[in-house]
């Protein structure tokens, strides 16, 4: 069985080149020591000049590293080899086009470049540069050359304005995206164990309308979804994810689809259905609509004193009637007090082939929350316990049981 207990070891070396986007490294910097990782700081020379080593020092609460350490008479064993076999993780951000190009060929010529020499670590990679820069046959080139190495993690670039006043590709991920991949290949420790797999997810709660205005719903953010759609992401799927009126982005890579109303996502969760391996439903979906909808907006006067109401339709029922064999797909049951009374006969009514039963009266989980709490449950009667954790870990571990049950 898959354990849920969380890797001891959590040594990450951020690595800095050259260019303005480093400024942007002191937040992640400070995200990881706050997370409990241990970090260590790599500059480059070009890099010192967008950003000092102290401030990354002060961050990390440890010294920041130079090509003058790399040089320095060597005491115990060299630096690069000695931060090569510490680092659980390399990520290196902003990567540019000058160290993409020294990777992508094996250049060892500062410390960067021979500590990722010295290493057998995961690599995550978020380059920064001109749209010009980066679209360049030389660079892309270099780019999926490296990324056929499987050590190497690519982040997509953004689009937007530069600081170089162009508007187009070449951004950096922001640092909240790089954290989050951060933690993905910590649990993960790099495996790509979902490549290949197609991955639908849904998220969010519905919303069911009486009138422009009002609307029956519920207290469901996504973010469980959203959680779901960057693990199965980090892990090597190809991700769909349906989701409702959201307050986030969709992450780079996933094929995102706006929907509104159960009906809505019917109809959406139907026609995608065909291309899915593995069906995760986390969205809170509706159980009732009101019976009448008006198109303009009701007096007040005119509210009905009793909503007539009229039931939607149940999505997840339907797709464990028609689903195919080889497809899997995955529940979730929010509920208060006893959660694993109705999750089981959920589990058995809607054919599913496991279920995730989670706690929405616990403080510190539930709708809203970055945290949660759950029993995983599957048909073959299984039940493990996940522990608070966050989302995202949470995701990880229902793909944990997934993995893990499709090698039985």
């Known amino acids: 069985m898959p354990s849920f207990i969380n890797p001891k070891s959590k040594k990450v070396i951020v690595a800095i080149c050259g260019g303005i986007a480093a400024y942007k490294v002191c937040e992640l910097v400070s995200s990881l020591f706050k997370s409990g990782v241990e970090v260590r700081v790599i500059l ?7 950003i000092k080593p102290l401030t990354f020092a002060t961050l990390s609460r440890h010294q920041a590293y130079t090509d003058e350490h790399f040089w320095q008479p060597v005491y115990s064993q060299p630096l690069h080899i000695e931060l090569g076999e510490w680092a659980d993780l390399i990520v290196i951000a902003p990567l540019t086009a ?4 020294k990777l992508a060929y094996g250049m060892a010529d500062n410390l960067l470049t021979n500590t990722v020499l010295a290493s057998t670590c995961p690599v995550l990679l978020a380059p920064a540069m001109n749209t010009d820069m980066w679209e360049q046959v030389a660079v892309q080139r270099n780019w999926q050359q490296l990324l056929t190495d499987k050590r190497f993690y690519g982040m997509q670039t953004g689009s937007g304005l530069l600081a170089c006043d162009r508007i187009g590709a070449g951004r950096m991920a922001e640092p909240e995206e790089i954290f989050v991949y951060i933690q993905s290949l910590l649990h993960t420790q790099g495996k790509r164990d979902l490549s290949g797999k197609r991955v639908l997810i849904s998220a969010g709660g519905t919303r069911e309308y009486l009138d ?5 719903g519920n207290p469901s953010t996504g973010k469980m979804g959203l959680a779901l759609a960057q693990a199965a992401l980090h892990r090597g799927a190809k991700v769909t994810l349906v989701h409702c009126p959201r307050s986030w982005d969709a992450p780079l890579g996933v094929k995102a689809i706006s929907v509104v109303s159960a009906a ?3 109809q959406v969760m139907l026609e995608q259905l065909g291309n899915a391996d593995i069906i995760v439903m986390s969205a809170a979906v509706a159980d009732v609509k009101p019976r009448d909808y008006s198109v303009e907006k009701l007096p ?35 509920q208060t007090g ?30 809203g929350s970055d945290h949660n709490q759950a029993v995983f449950l599957d048909k073959e009667g299984r039940e493990i316990e996940i522990p608070p954790c966050s989302k995202l870990e949470m995701a990880h571990y229902v793909f944990d049981f997934v993995v893990y049950s499709r090698r039985q």
């Open 98 to 101: 000058n160290t993409l190009a």
């Open 44 to 50: 480059t020379n070009s890099a010192q000049e967008f």
């Open 300 to 334: 007040k006067r005119s509210l009905p004193e009793n909503l007539p109401l009229t039931p939607v339709p149940d999505i997840v029922a339907e797709l464990g009637k028609i689903k195919q064999p080889q497809q899997l797909l995955i529940g979730f049951a929010a």
């Open 338 to 367: 006893d959660i694993i009374t109705p999750a089981k006969e959920k589990l058995q009514r809607k054919k599913l082939d496991a279920i995730v039963a989670n706690p929405i009266d616990k403080i510190g989980s539930g709708f």
């Open 264 to 266: 809505q996502m019917q």
């Open 212 to 216: 422009p205005v009002r609307f029956i």
